[in-house]
């Protein structure tokens, strides 16, 4: 078979997967108060003529929000938009993760590794009302920024390797609109960018291409400032950009804690520990499995002998697989901050060691390594694709793979025979492995998309399929109550949690805030949003359960948020009780408050 044949055919496979997991999964993504509908609220507010940073406190850049607010603009609201657009980034993303698995192994295993990034993160779905996919996220700026770092970095480890220029160019381009995207991922990535650049760029006595490692913060530094500028939002930007985010890295947030793992820090540590334990003595049994085989095959001459011993391996590879899957459920990638880690030694060693030879490969490997490793600090404990954050574990994916297939065992190069069948039997092994190890998610991702069953049609703004639950009909119920008794005019402001609301009645929130959980209350101070509250003169005030135990406080009015409930219930009366009274029960019930 050609190469281009070869070619054809791996991306027919990636192809109709990816077709497959649209077709079993389609519109039957995201939640109807959690994050989802906060992205599509911001889009419309920037159709409507608002203005970012100054009218609408937002945490991330301004390219994803007016980029889906021009297709807003121009096409009308609608959530069929994000889901479009969400399909072209997932496919971009997929080609940057081919792209790069190509440079340090064949299209076998980069296009097993696409596979892997489609299954596991793209169409995720690990629980009731999960929101960590790629086709509608819960921050579209997240997404964005990622396949802009994916391709930054593709663009890099190609410089590295032929030193053209063209690919440092479009590197600084793609890490620009990363930090036009999200500053604070972009950042991580670019400052280990910058010192491995800068590094290779004296060694090789180019010093002149440092300026180049400089122009992408530079670049957005510019653009910032210019938007700022001439919009008046500077107050605004502040507050949205570093103050929130210093709030957040000063360790009063236990969303934080609990999300990079630092929470439970020495179990997780522990974890991560067992489990880089667990690859580093399997994937030993799986050479010296591959190893004796091969040279009882060579004892025993046939041609049948190759076939047979691959499908002997395969056999053994998935019992042994299975017996350690068992153990490694929802833990497999907690391994992957010692495993970069490991690989950063490897490579720098190499480094140094061959630093008078001209070798691109220990300089794009270490590369990777470091900038999987800077991105995925966030959820450092917690990296996997599941949970907030999923979308920073896509360069470590690559690692991992990278790990499995190549670097561990060229360990063995120096000492043991590692070629011919050998690789091939090894690499059988490990691929065997993988698919055991993501068996779990691939089957339970299905069986949660066929429990959304109820379709939700709210004329052009939305339509998708959700569970037929009493969360559900409720948050209809109350839909329906606020648009035959509010009117077009009306504004209405929803707590702590589901701006959602707004979007979808078409009735605005005139507030800069529209989420009102523990982060948020406290750094903005209670007395702040009482002000605005007054200020704008609301006239409905909806509040509903939304349990917030992953911020360390429960319920808001009651373990946070106090002083606000009581001058809501001091200057608005109870109009409406749907459900339970939300407060002191897990279940879903809503107050409609109207001001008097």
């Given at each position: 078979?050609?190469?281009?044949?070869?070619?054809?055919?791996?991306?027919?496979?990636?192809?109709?997967?990816?077709?497959?997991?649209?077709?079993?999964?389609?519109?039957?993504?995201?939640?109807?108060?959690?994050?989802?509908?906060?992205?599509?609220?911001?889009?419309?507010?920037?159709?409507?003529?608002?203005?970012?940073?100054?009218?609408?406190?937002?945490?991330?850049?301004?390219?994803?929000?007016?980029?889906?607010?021009?297709?807003?603009?121009?096409?009308?609201?609608?959530?069929?938009?994000?889901?479009?657009?969400?399909?072209?980034?997932?496919?971009?993303?997929?080609?940057?993760?081919?792209?790069?698995?190509?440079?340090?192994?064949?299209?076998?295993?980069?296009?097993?590794?696409?596979?892997?990034?489609?299954?596991?993160?793209?169409?995720?779905?690990?629980?009731?009302?999960?929101?960590?996919?790629?086709?509608?996220?819960?921050?579209?700026?997240?997404?964005?920024?990622?396949?802009?770092?994916?391709?930054?970095?593709?663009?890099?480890?190609?410089?590295?390797?032929?030193?053209?220029?063209?690919?440092?160019?479009?590197?600084?381009?793609?890490?620009?609109?990363?930090?036009?995207?999200?500053?604070?991922?972009?950042?991580?990535?670019?400052?280990?960018?910058?010192?491995?650049?800068?590094?290779?760029?004296?060694?090789?006595?180019?010093?002149?291409?440092?300026?180049?490692?400089?122009?992408?913060?530079?670049?957005?530094?510019?653009?910032?400032?210019?938007?700022?500028?001439?919009?008046?939002?500077?107050?605004?930007?502040?507050?949205?950009?570093?103050?929130?985010?210093?709030?957040?890295?000063?360790?009063?947030?236990?969303?934080?804690?609990?999300?990079?793992?630092?929470?439970?820090?020495?179990?997780?540590?522990?974890?991560?520990?067992?489990?880089?334990?667990?690859?580093?003595?399997?994937?030993?049994?799986?050479?010296?499995?591959?190893?004796?085989?091969?040279?009882?095959?060579?004892?025993?001459?046939?041609?049948?002998?190759?076939?047979?011993?691959?499908?002997?391996?395969?056999?053994?590879?998935?019992?042994?697989?299975?017996?350690?899957?068992?153990?490694?459920?929802?833990?497999?990638?907690?391994?992957?901050?010692?495993?970069?880690?490991?690989?950063?030694?490897?490579?720098?060693?190499?480094?140094?060691?061959?630093?008078?030879?001209?070798?691109?490969?220990?300089?794009?490997?270490?590369?990777?390594?470091?900038?999987?490793?800077?991105?995925?600090?966030?959820?450092?404990?917690?990296?996997?694709?599941?949970?907030?954050?999923?979308?920073?574990?896509?360069?470590?994916?690559?690692?991992?793979?990278i790990f499995c297939f190549s670097l561990y065992p060229s360990l063995f190069a120096e000492t043991f025979v590692f070629k011919g069948r050998v690789v091939s039997y090894y690499r059988l092994c490990v691929a065997v492995f993988l698919v055991v190890a993501a068996a779990p998610f691939f089957l339970f991702g299905p069986m949660m998309y066929g429990q959304r069953t109820l379709k939700l049609d709210f004329g052009p703004k939305a339509a998708f399929y959700y569970y037929s639950d009493e969360l559900t009909q409720r948050y209809l119920e109350t839909f329906l109550y606020l648009h035959d008794n509010t009117k077009e005019g009306d504004s209405i402001v929803v707590m702590p949690e589901g701006v959602g609301l707004n979007y979808l009645l078409g009735r605005d929130n005139p507030l800069p805030y529209d989420t009102f959980l523990p982060d948020q209350v406290f750094y903005i101070g209670e007395e702040k949003i009482i002000a605005l509250l007054a200020q704008h003169a609301i006239d409905y005030i909806v509040v509903w359960t939304r349990l917030s135990a992953e911020y360390g406080y429960?319920?808001?009015?009651?373990?946070?948020?106090?002083?606000?409930?009581?001058?809501?219930?001091?200057?608005?009366?109870?109009?409406?009780?749907?459900?339970?009274?939300?407060?002191?029960?897990?279940?879903?019930?809503?107050?409609?408050?109207?001001?008097?």
């Open positions: 078979m050609n190469t281009r044949t070869q070619r054809a055919c791996f991306y027919s496979l990636i192809g109709i997967c990816f077709v497959w997991l649209l077709h079993v999964t389609w519109f039957r993504w995201g939640h109807l108060i959690v994050d989802t509908f906060r992205d599509q609220w911001v889009f419309y507010q920037i159709s409507k003529g608002k203005v970012l940073y100054r009218d609408i406190f937002y945490f991330y850049g301004f390219l994803p929000p007016y980029l889906m607010g021009c297709i807003y603009r121009l096409f009308g609201p609608s959530l069929a938009w994000t889901v479009y657009v969400g399909i072209a980034v997932t496919v971009v993303t997929s080609v940057s993760v081919y792209r790069i698995g190509r440079i340090f192994f064949s299209r076998v295993i980069a296009t097993f590794l696409v596979l892997n990034f489609l299954f596991l993160f793209a169409f995720g779905h690990y629980g009731v009302g999960d929101i960590c996919n790629f086709i509608l996220p819960y921050s579209f700026a997240s997404t964005l920024c990622i396949m802009f770092l994916l391709g930054g970095i593709f663009c890099l480890l190609k410089y590295l390797q032929r030193a053209r220029m063209s690919y440092l160019r479009w590197w600084v381009i793609l890490f620009a609109c990363g930090f036009f995207s999200r500053i604070e991922f972009s950042a991580a990535a670019w400052l280990v960018s910058f010192f491995i650049g800068a590094a290779h760029s004296v060694l090789y006595k180019q010093p002149r291409r440092i300026a180049y490692f400089i122009a992408a913060p530079a670049l957005a530094v510019i653009g910032y400032g210019i938007f700022v500028a001439a919009n008046n939002a500077s107050e605004g930007f502040s507050e949205s950009a570093f103050r929130f985010f210093s709030f957040v890295g000063s360790g009063k947030s236990h969303f934080s804690l609990l999300t990079s793992g630092f929470f439970e820090f020495w179990p997780n540590v522990r974890t991560g520990l067992i489990m880089f334990a667990i690859h580093v003595i399997m994937l030993g049994c799986f050479y010296a499995l591959s190893a004796k085989l091969h040279e009882a095959g060579e004892k025993i001459q046939g041609k049948a002998m190759p076939s047979l011993s691959a499908l002997l391996l395969a056999l053994c590879s998935f019992w042994i697989s299975r017996k350690v899957s068992n153990y490694m459920m929802l833990s497999q990638y907690s391994l992957l901050p010692f495993l970069l880690f490991f690989g950063i030694v490897l490579y720098g060693f190499q480094i140094i060691k061959n630093r008078k030879q001209t070798s691109a490969a220990p300089w794009a490997g270490c590369t990777l390594f470091a900038v999987a490793l800077a991105l995925i600090m966030r959820i450092i404990l917690k990296a996997g694709p599941f949970g907030y954050g999923f979308f920073l574990g896509i360069p470590a994916l690559i690692c991992y793979f429960t319920s808001f009015g009651v373990d946070y948020g106090a002083k606000i409930f009581q001058w809501v219930k001091g200057h608005y009366a109870l109009e409406k009780q749907i459900g339970p009274f939300p407060f002191g029960t897990s279940e879903f019930g809503v107050a409609i408050y109207k001001r008097q």
